[in-house]
């Protein structure tokens, strides 16, 4: 299933004649249906532009590269966030911690935002998600073409089961909604803020929230067989989530057991293609998304570091499962290489940094396992993605 002739997506990343194919026209189209000029970018602080991206129709920002709910100390790097821009059209990938404020610190402009794509719920992915709205509100999201669809996993449908043997079952939250999904999440939320809301709707005559951001839970194909308990990870082919006349976003099921669904994303513009993997163990569907990209942004994880937390071996069974645990809904360093050598992409961007306060020359060594260009990411940073413009 590696073979690149495999790949169901291939047909819109390989050839220019394809490319240019693909949502041909589409400068006119964004014309012709109305929609938003594409502002200037405010200024922009910090960061790299590797490979000098202002030249490129399409490129991707980091906006923050720390994986998991933690203040690391010493931390340089804000919660994981991404943006990738086609012709000045702006789609975020995951709401960190900062997201909002590192989208402006990256020079973007929420007036630009067309849509908004969730990997999985856990909280260092989404803690920023409904802040972007609150404060997006004052800061020309009222502006952006609507709605902007934010698309993200559906209710689980089950707790996960207990891990180990703890001595206690413990308590559920919410008993009779214990899992929703994005879209449970989002009314939740609205009705949580619904004072500041309706405050501002009445006081500052604001525009109607729900009609800015429209949430949309990924509703996976039918024929594959999912489980969040018992087949979180079935081998599937990605599926289109997203198409505008800029871009088409497919998705694809990883493994991150026990947060079930968790999807990798990946992005096809008649430019080019970049791949989020999510948060992931080494997995096929992965490789199978990514495989014909340009780009393949991947989360990593220092498996010394794992090991660390829990001293020095020998280990207990225990222990053991615990380690096995992390490392098997992560990626070790070196394996990052390997995944990118299997898909054959050309340049591997490592972000979501866990921890995320250790030297960068402990995520090259993910160079020993990959032969093509790896980018350790850093907050900012500006990637082409594709072809630059001529
Ligand atoms: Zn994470
Ligand atoms: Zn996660």
């Known amino acids: 299933m590696d073979n690149p002739m495999d790949n169901p997506m291939r047909r819109f990343t390989t050839t220019g004649l394809n490319r240019r194919r693909f949502l041909a026209g589409s400068a006119t189209t964004a014309t012709a249906l109305g929609l938003p000029a594409v502002t200037a970018a405010p200024a922009r602080a910090g960061g790299r532009g590797i490979a000098a991206a202002d030249r490129y129709p399409m490129w991707l920002a980091l906006l923050g590269t720390a994986g998991g709910p933690s203040w690391w100390n010493g931390i340089t790097r804000e919660g994981i966030s991404s943006a990738v821009v086609v012709d000045g059209a702006v789609y975020l990938v995951d709401c960190g911690a900062g997201a909002g404020r590192q989208l402006f610190r990256a020079g973007l402009d929420l007036a630009d935002l067309r849509a908004i794509f969730i990997t999985h719920l856990h909280s260092d992915h989404i803690s920023d998600y409904f802040t972007l709205q609150l404060y997006g509100w004052y800061q020309n999201l009222e502006k952006a ?55 501002r709707m009445r006081d500052n005559l604001k525009t109607d929230l729900r009609r800015l951001v429209v949430p949309h839970d990924i509703e996976i194909p039918a024929d594959v067989p999912f489980h969040p308990n018992d087949n979180p990870t079935p081998d599937m082919a990605p599926f289109v989530v997203h198409e505008d006349d800029r871009v088409r976003v497919s998705a694809t099921l990883v493994k991150h057991a026990p947060a079930a669904p968790a999807f990798g994303f990946r992005f ?13 163990g080494v997995c096929d569907n992965l490789v199978r998304l990514a495989t014909g990209a340009d780009v393949l942004v991947h989360e990593v994880v220092d498996d010394q570091w794992i090991r660390g937390r829990y001293g020095q071996p020998p280990y207990t069974p225990d222990q053991e499962a615990l380690i096995n645990h992390h490392l098997t809904a992560h990626t070790p360093v070196a394996d ?55």
């Not at 293609?273 to 948060?279: A, L, Q």
């Open 145 to 199: 073409h609507r709605p902007v669809h934010a698309y993200g996993p559906g209710d689980r449908g089950a707790l996960p089961p207990l891990f180990g043997h703890p001595e206690q079952v413990p308590p559920v939250i919410s008993p009779d909604d214990p899992t929703p999904g994005l879209v449970g999440m989002t009314d939740s939320l609205l009705r949580a803020y619904a004072t500041d809301i309706n405050d």
């Open 336 to 390: 990052t290489g390997r995944v990118a050598e299997r898909a054959g992409v050309p340049t591997l961007v490592l972000n979501h940094f866990v921890p995320g306060n250790i030297p960068e020359s402990r995520w090259a060594q993910a160079r020993k396992t990959y032969s093509g260009r790896l980018i350790v990411g850093r907050d900012l940073d500006r990637i082409g993605v594709g072809r630059p413009a001529r």
């Open 268 to 280: 096809d513009s008649h430019h080019g293609s970049v791949v989020f993997s999510g948060d992931t």
